[in-house]
């Protein structure tokens, strides 16, 4: 893979993660399945491959942009876990990612729709945990690239499948003639450069960075990353000043795919429950005419969904309430509609 462990546009730094996190700081731990579609063991082939995702986690969301825009969701099969994790009366405890189509949301009254059984393995595992116990390991986590033929993992690190579907979509069967598919890391070299800047600190100061404030339970540590989120979507905001449509210029690339599902959250989910209150997407014109730009574009729209978001944020929080805002200046997603709202 082009991005390597230790880099810091994928993983946080894990220098004495466990004394920072007992002084309330949130430290993202790192993920351990690293091989990648392409690797001898695993030949870029239609229909082989798998997803488990979660479509309110940001890091799914890259996953799920990536599969749509690349025109692969004919081709890489996928389930979707429930957006809030098991409970302290589920038989295998709290915490768990699960696979079940029949849970109802506390903010719909009824099961959600996008919501699958696990059928990527064969065995109709209800919890990712038991995808991951299969091959002696104890994480957790979603999103997980899985290979069919092998019913082994390939990958649990969003921002490396997002890498590889990109360098291998015509192989695993992309819907899209060459020459209408996105590139999302093209070829060249000084644009590359530009995108890995880019794509380090959009990780550090907005991806991770609402996390770091959000999730933190001591107020200098969120006070830091909330003054870091916000100095940087003020730098976003000039640099979309120029007129650019998108953050490297003409074309939509891997930069913008990893902002976007963080800015798509903000209004709606992390001004409230990331304590990110200092301003709206909204207050930054070109930040918010971006924002709409690439949620028209085809493949966007339904690779996410703010229904999961709310449930799934909001419904781990104490009392489990789900708020039914903002509504104004008119409720979200249909605001993503309408670039003129900002001003």
């Given at each position: 893979?082009?991005?390597?462990?230790?880099?810091?546009?994928?993983?946080?730094?894990?220098?004495?993660?466990?004394?920072?996190?007992?002084?309330?700081?949130?430290?993202?731990?790192?993920?351990?399945?690293?091989?990648?579609?392409?690797?001898?063991?695993?030949?870029?082939?239609?229909?082989?491959?798998?997803?488990?995702?979660?479509?309110?986690?940001p890091w799914c969301h890259r996953v799920t942009l990536a599969r749509s825009m690349l025109g692969l969701a004919g081709s890489i099969t996928m389930d979707v876990a429930f957006p809030n994790r098991t409970g302290d009366g589920d038989p295998a405890?709290?915490?768990?990612?699960?696979?079940?189509?029949?849970?109802?949301?506390?903010?719909?009254?009824?099961?959600l729709p996008e919501c699958t059984a696990e059928t990527g393995t064969g065995r109709g595992l209800r919890l990712a945990r038991d995808i991951y116990r299969a091959e002696g390991?104890?994480?957790?986590?979603?999103?997980?690239?899985?290979?069919?033929?092998?019913?082994?993992?390939?990958?649990?690190?969003?921002?490396?499948?997002?890498?590889?579907?990109?360098?291998?979509?015509?192989?695993?069967?992309?819907?899209?003639?060459?020459?209408?598919?996105p590139d999302l890391y093209?070829?060249?070299?000084?644009?590359?450069?530009?995108?890995?800047?880019?794509?380090?600190?959009?990780?550090?100061?907005?991806?991770?960075?609402?996390?770091?404030?959000?999730?933190?339970?001591?107020?200098?540590?969120?006070?830091?990353?909330f003054e870091t989120y916000f100095d940087a979507l003020a730098y976003l905001e000039d640099r979309l000043s120029d007129g650019r449509p998108f953050l490297i210029g003409n074309t939509f690339t891997e930069a913008?795919?990893?902002?976007?599902?963080?800015?798509?959250?903000?209004?709606?989910?992390?001004?409230?429950?990331?304590?990110?209150?200092?301003?709206?997407?909204l207050d930054y014109p070109h930040l918010w005419r971006w924002l709409c730009r690439v949620h028209a574009l085809p493949g966007v729209a339904e690779s996410g969904s703010l229904i999961h978001c709310r449930q799934g944020y909001f419904g781990r929080s104490w009392n489990g309430v789900v708020p039914l805002g903002p509504t104004s200046p008119m409720p979200y997603p249909e605001a993503y509609a309408h670039p003129e709202l900002a001003r």
């Open positions: 893979m082009s991005n390597s462990i230790g880099d810091a546009s994928v993983e946080e730094d894990q220098t004495d993660a466990s004394a920072r996190r007992a002084r309330g700081e949130f430290v993202r731990g790192i993920s351990g399945f690293r091989h990648a579609i392409g690797d001898p063991d695993f030949p870029a082939e239609p229909g082989r491959y798998h997803l488990f995702v979660a479509l309110n986690c405890g709290p915490g768990f990612w699960e696979f079940s189509p029949d849970r109802i949301s506390t903010l719909t009254g009824a099961p390991s104890d994480e957790q986590s979603v999103p997980i690239l899985y290979d069919k033929r092998t019913g082994r993992i390939i990958n649990n690190e969003s921002a490396e499948i997002v890498r590889m579907l990109n360098g291998t979509a015509a192989g695993l069967g992309s819907s899209l003639p060459d020459a209408e598919r093209p070829q060249d070299t000084a644009r590359r450069s530009e995108i890995d800047t880019l794509n380090a600190f959009i990780y550090v100061a907005i991806n991770n960075g609402a996390y770091k404030a959000g999730f933190s339970s001591d107020q200098s540590v969120y006070a830091a990353a913008d795919l990893r902002l976007f599902p963080t800015l798509y959250r903000h209004d709606p989910v992390y001004y409230l429950r990331m304590k990110l209150n200092g301003a709206k997407t």
